[in-house]
């Protein structure tokens, strides 16, 4: 059967034959326009595991042997989700061959931020290439339409080309690098290559990069500003200007000026390499195809250090040492307190991380931690660097990095003809890899650290002045004296209530940042005086509404009397000022005389309760998204807790306060009972609020971190892999209680029952689930110092940190909910600002 093709012979294709081998479409170079692709009806090619990639499932098909080039669909090795991906592989027949685990090798990624479940890749016949998500969305698009395109073509140096009648490329996938050059490629100016943070983590993106800019190139962490690690700030020449690019041409890397190579070669490859790529590690390394072995070898490692592995930003992860020896450490203060913790004990290379993060808040309780003979890649490997303070002291150096809150780390470097008094001071606002090698002995680091001794309560000091205090206050309220005042500012208190009130109000504007400021009969317009009802919970209901711009928004209407204006109050204040992606926006709220109303986002998909509890098959979640709506609440209590200016904690973290976008991303919402702690205290003490079933155990203490929110996200990612609620009367009295039925699978070596049962898809993801389950089990348990930050459930998450083997599972009953080993099925009675069950509908639906 024979196909014609209306393409010209730049194309290489005026008609293909479409083969069949063995039940296999063989795929072609080109493609009309009105094609689609959808990767479940498309044969796939599996590999071996010695692959990071599971299989490639080919839409475009270029050469035969090696290197041959296909376009499709990859799926990672035992993942199911998919990227858009162009592989270098081994043809056999006009086929991939699929015996040889070498295959394929990755070169360029579409929707590398973005992966997709169930595909489908539709060519219109506008001439726009769109990638979508088997619920429809749109994942990645060349944003083509109306360009005149007529065909796409897969070249023989593995370029994805989208073409005009003229053949003219009107798109091409080498203008987009990811983190490899081909043979051909070039790298312009503006462009360039960013490696994934893992060897098997495509779809995450490191801060290394290799950039072409109009003055050179660089290997650089992007930070602000950037830190170069190697000294290839190779100059152009005079003629330096915006169309200079580097392309990548057997045997060498040259710069071409104006489309002309002018002879400069900046770095020698050897000439059998067939491609070459920034890695996870640093490295730029060039790869041949060794025929003998049937596999990719390293033909040469091009950012060579002068200092070895050490010299390379990530070796020894952030604020990690490099030894002579090649071992990573964190820094050392000599003394009884420790500043720094590895972040995996078992992967020292993964880096440190502070005891107690660093606060612009509380400069007067920061030091410097000197560390002799301490270097930094930044001017170690670049002599070129210019300091940030040049013939300058060390205590100069130490005290302007003290003085400048973004400065982490300072590094004073003495040369050779300098004074002896003097040098150069680096100031570093990002701290990775430091190097301690022998040859380095004219530097001096000096890291910043948060002293912990002034962030602990209830230190002596503070217990001697709250004895005096209650000393006075006793005597006073043991006068007469004291109880007249009392009732004379009793009843000024209750005259000036709405003066108050209004004090309050007020000031919400004076705070930077807040949202918009709604009237009342400006919400009854917005949402047709309140007629579209989307949910009812105990602190109001909540109503759809629509802008002047036509964008959706959720109003909730409060209420209530003193915890409903309590609860306000802290949700316009914790959510008004901060943005955050996996944050739901707060748009603006109204406070006028009685009423009280918050107005959100609108957030399609409502709440996550409706979609892990089902009972209809309409609401249903196949694994890859509860992965990445677990990924998602991590990612916003993250910022919570460790990246705002002052730390917020949840306190009511549960399914039905995690809303679900139209693309299924969530997003925390529903602040009125969080609380903020200033970044020099470690703990506050506050009533108990949230909601029986998701409180952690040390609520009974009334002093809490934290690490309640990330108890309550163990919960909530329990419900999610096994689709129960945490209470669940409809069991039997044994399996009422989540929580207690994990731990029981657990000592049962059960662990996949839990699983829910009623998804095919969960079920043929169990090793994942699992994997989940016991990061679940890390965030329960019962001693909250156990559990890691969500920082740390990050990088579990991303592959970066292993779940601990030596976890407890002997998890504490909640909080108020426990009597002789048997749950109290009675209501709990909690502070009046808290809502008395889990039920509660505490966001906008």
């Keep these: 059967m024979f196909t014609h093709c209306s393409f010209s012979p730049a194309t290489l294709c005026l008609s293909f034959l479409r083969l069949y081998f063995l ?36 839409i475009l098909l270029r050469g035969n042997d090696v290197p041959s080039f296909a376009c499709g669909f990859v799926s990672m090795l035992s993942e199911t989700n998919y990227l858009f991906a162009i592989s270098i592989v081994h043809t056999n027949a006009s086929q991939i061959d699929h015996t040889f685990t070498a295959f394929p090798e990755v070169v360029w990624v579409a929707n590398r931020n973005h992966p997709v479940v169930n595909p489908t890749l539709e060519f219109t016949s506008e001439g726009d290439l769109v990638l979508k998500d088997g619920d429809g969305s749109v994942a990645w698009s060349t944003n083509t339409s109306g360009k005149s395109v007529i065909g796409l073509n897969l070249t023989d140096s593995g370029n994805l080309v989208l073409f005009d009648a003229n053949n003219v490329p009107v798109w091409q996938s080498f203008d987009h690098p990811m983190d490899s050059l081909v043979l051909g490629q070039k790298l312009s100016i503006g462009q360039k290559l960013v490696p994934s943070v893992s060897e098997t983590n495509l779809t995450a993106q490191s801060l290394l990069s290799l950039s072409m800019t109009s003055t050179g190139l660089f290997a650089q962490m992007d930070t602000d500003p950037p830190q170069v690690y190697r000294p290839v700030r190779i100059k152009f020449p005079n003629t330096s200007n915006d169309s200079n690019y580097i392309e990548f041409v057997n045997g060498t890397l040259a710069l071409f000026t104006n489309s002309t190579r002018n002879g400069s070669i900046f770095i020698n490859i050897p000439p059998a390499s067939l491609f070459m790529r920034l890695e996870y590690d640093g490295h730029l390394r060039a790869y041949e195809f060794d025929r003998d072995k049937y596999q990719w070898t390293v033909a040469a490692d091009l950012l060579v250090q002068d200092y070895g592995d ?38 020292p290379n ?37 300091p940030d303070l040049a013939n300058v002291t060390k205590v100069n150096c130490k005290e302007a990095c003290a003085k400048n809150c973004s400065c982490k780390a300072a590094f004073f470097l003495q040369g050779p003809n300098i004074p002896s008094d003097s040098g150069s001071c680096y100031l ?161 709220f109204c406070t006028e005389n009685s009423h009280r109303l918050l107005v959100y986002e609108f957030m399609p998909n409502g709440s996550l309760d409706k979609w892990i509890f089902r009972r209809s098959s309409e609401y249903v979640l196949h694994w890859q998204q509860r992965r990445k709506i ?21 306190l009511d973290i549960k399914p039905q306060n ?23 205290k470690s703990q506050v003490v506050t009533t108990m609020r949230g909601t029986p079933g998701y409180l952690a155990p040390e609520w009974l ?40 039925v994990f731990r029981r699978k657990v000592e049962e070596g059960r662990l996949s029952d839990i699983i829910d049962s009623h998804s095919e898809d969960m079920q043929l993801n169990e090793l994942q689930a699992v994997n989940m389950l016991r990061l679940a089990a890390w965030c329960l348990q019962g001693d909250f110092t156990k559990r890691p930050s969500m920082s740390i459930v990050v990088k579990v998450l991303d592959g970066l940190v292993d779940v601990p083997d030596d976890l407890e599972y002997d998890f504490s009953y909640p909080p108020l909910l426990k009597t002789s080993g048997k749950v109290f099925k009675e209501q709990v009675h909690f502070a009046a600002s808290s809502p008395l069950l889990p039920s509660v509908l505490s966001g906008p639906r």
């Design 23 to 58: 039940g296999l479409v063989l795929s072609q170079p080109t493609a009309n326009l009105s094609t689609t692709w959808v990767a479940s009806s498309i044969n796939s090619v599996s590999f071996g595991s010695g692959s990071p990639v599971g299989s490639v499932n080919p």
């Design 310 to 347: 050490c010299g390379y930003p990530t070796v020894c992860g952030q604020y990690g040492i490099c030894t002579s020896n090649g071992q990573c450490t964190c820094p050392d203060s000599n003394g009884a307190t420790t500043y720094f913790k590895q972040t995996n004990d078992r992967h």
């Design 350 to 386: 993964l880096g440190c991380y502070e005891e107690v993060p660093l606060s612009c808040d509380n400069p007067q309780y920061q030091s410097l931690l000197e560390l002799g003979d301490l270097s930094y890649f930044t001017y170690s490997t670049d002599p070129q660097s210019s």
């Design 428 to 588: 570093l606002s990002e701290v990775f890899s430091l190097m301690n090698m022998e040859q380095l002995k004219n530097s001096i680091g000096y890291i910043k650290v948060q002293n912990i001794s002034n962030v602990v309560p209830n230190s002596p000091s503070l217990r001697d002045k709250t004895n005096s205090l209650a000393l006075i206050l006793g005597s006073s309220l043991g006068s007469v004296f004291a109880l007249i005042i009392v009732i004379g500012v009793i009843k000024v208190l209750s005259r000036m209530r709405k003066a108050v009130d209004e004090a309050e109000e007020d000031h919400l504007d004076q705070i930077p940042g807040m949202p918009m400021r709604f009237t009342y009969d400006s919400l009854k317009v917005i949402t047709e005086d309140f007629s579209k009802k989307l949910g009812e919970g105990g602190f109001g209901s909540v109503f759809e509404g629509t802008l002047k711009d036509g964008s959706k928004v959720a109003v909730k209407c409060l209420d209530g009397l003193g915890h409903i204006k309590k609860s306000f109050l802290a949700e316009v204040e914790t959510i008004g000022s901060i943005h955050h992606v996996n944050l739901v926006t707060l748009v603006g």
């Design 630 to 650: 677990i990924y998602d609440i991590a990612k916003g209590l993250n910022y919570l807790h460790e990246e705002c200016r002052r730390k917020i904690v949840h």
């Design 658 to 680: 995690i809303l679900l976008d139209e693309n299924f991303n969530a997003k925390v919402a529903d602040f009125g009972l969080s609380k903020l702690i200033d970044r020099d």
């Design 701 to 740: 203490s009334a002093a809490i971190t934290e690490k309640v929110d990330v108890y309550s996200f163990g919960v909530v990612v329990l419900e999610i892999v096994s689709a129960r609620k945490i209470f669940d009367n409809s069991q039997d009295p044994e399996n009422t209680y989540l929580v207690g």
